[in-house]
């Protein structure tokens, strides 16, 4: 039956309060979400722009992400939910406003050691993100590659 038509049927009570999720799961196994590969372990990009946070979550699964550095500062609910639909995904909300200013060394830090940490796991994949996805979450990326033994030079490329 086409998804569309799923919501016209008569359902028990409960698949009709779960059904727009579901069907949004469904439909994330054939779309992408706003990252990208910078090597085979980390990924950065941005949030999920519009997707419930059901799809973007799906998303992330079908691309195989393990660890989530989240920069934005409203990121604590799609911590909470990953915690409770995906507990096997590890995320760390380290929030920082994107005002244009020197980001902290401490910010760094946390995002950074958070990073390696899960990169001993050489299935492991960190994305690092933030809203639009050229800030913070480009910036931490940067620093874990430096971390890991880029060049600037390098870790530019």
Known sequence: MPL????HRVLH??????WPALRD????QNTQPDIDRVTEQLWTGGDHRGATTATWLAQLQNAGITHIIDARQEGQ?????????APHIGYLHNPQPDLGQ??????????VDYALHAMNDPDA?????????INRGPSMAYAILLATGSTPDQARY
């Open 4 to 7: 569309d038509e799923v919501a």
């Open 25 to 28: 799961i469904i439909r994330a």
């Open 102 to 111: 020197t980001m902290p060394d401490q910010w760094f830090d946390v995002g």
């Open 77 to 85: 609910p799609d911590q909470a939910y990953t915690q409770t639909h």
């Open 125 to 133: 994949k960190v994305l690092a993100h933030c809203q639009l996805g």
């Open 13 to 18: 009570p409960g698949l009709r309060a779960a």
